[in-house]
């Protein structure tokens, strides 16, 4: 029973990190998604139970402290949850580095992606014209910055678990 309280205490951690610090950092890494990258993370190392589990707690989280419709973002990291771990049971079974950072990519933009589906979705039920839903250049960049770095956290990450666990293959492919 300890070892869970400490699993959920560590994930609010992770959210309040998210929420607090990062959130207020200046542009490329504001752009950081740290829920992303510990359910890719989660997903990848231990199980899918684990990664639905966070996936839940920071769905619940984020719904509270967002303006859109309570839901929204739950649902958006529940189907990157399932997406990512579809793909890595499916295509990228030897958790090397290229796996988990294809992974990362999957989970990014498969949240955003189901994140704005469910917001445009959303704004066709509300008149309120400040809330519209845009699509443009700022929201490309906005996405291509986020699977940046959470691609580099995520390679980060790799290097250090494969450090301290052998769980994980850091191989490259050579000619």
Same mark, same amino acid.
């Given at each position: 029973?300890?070892?869970?309280?400490?699993?959920?205490?560590?994930?609010?951690?992770?959210?309040?990190?998210?929420?607090?610090?990062?959130?207020?950092?200046?542009?490329?890494?504001?752009?950081?998604?740290?829920?992303? #990258? @510990?359910?890719?993370?989660? &997903?990848?190392? *231990?199980?899918?139970?684990?990664? +639905?589990? $966070?996936?839940?707690? !920071?769905? %619940?989280?984020?719904?509270?402290?967002?303006?859109?419709?309570?839901?929204?973002?739950?649902?958006?990291?529940?189907?990157?949850?399932?997406?990512?771990?579809?793909?890595?049971?499916?295509?990228?079974?030897?958790?090397?580095?290229?796996?988990?950072?294809?992974? #990362? @990519?999957?989970?990014?933009? &498969?949240?955003? *992606?189901?994140?704005?589906?469910? +917001?445009? $979705?959303?704004?066709? !039920?509300? %008149?309120?014209?400040?809330?519209?839903?845009?699509?443009?250049?700022?929201?490309?960049?906005?996405?291509?910055?986020?699977?940046?770095?959470?691609?580099?956290?995520?390679?980060?990450?790799?290097?250090?678990?494969?450090?301290?666990?052998?769980?994980?293959?850091?191989?490259?492919?050579?000619?």
């Amino acid at each position: 029973m300890p070892a869970k309280i400490l699993a959920l205490i560590t994930l609010i951690m992770f959210f309040l990190l998210q929420g607090s610090f990062i959130s207020s950092l200046p542009f490329p890494f504001n752009c950081f998604n740290l829920l992303i #990258t @510990v359910l890719t993370l989660l &997903s990848a190392v *231990f199980s899918l139970p684990a990664a +639905l589990s $966070a996936a839940v707690l !920071f769905g %619940a989280l984020l719904d509270v402290h967002s303006l859109s419709f309570f839901g929204a973002n739950l649902i958006s990291l529940l189907g990157a949850t399932l997406i990512t771990n579809a793909a890595l049971l499916k295509f990228f079974t030897n958790r090397s580095l290229y796996s988990f950072i294809f992974l #990362t @990519v999957i989970a990014t933009v &498969s949240f955003e *992606f189901i994140k704005l589906i469910l +917001l445009a $979705a959303g704004n066709v !039920f509300t %008149a309120e014209p400040e809330r519209n839903f845009i699509f443009g250049a700022d929201l490309i960049l906005s996405i291509g910055c986020e699977i940046l770095m959470n691609v580099a956290a995520v390679a980060a990450a790799f290097y250090a678990i494969n450090y301290f666990s052998k769980k994980l293959k850091a191989f490259f492919i050579l000619k």
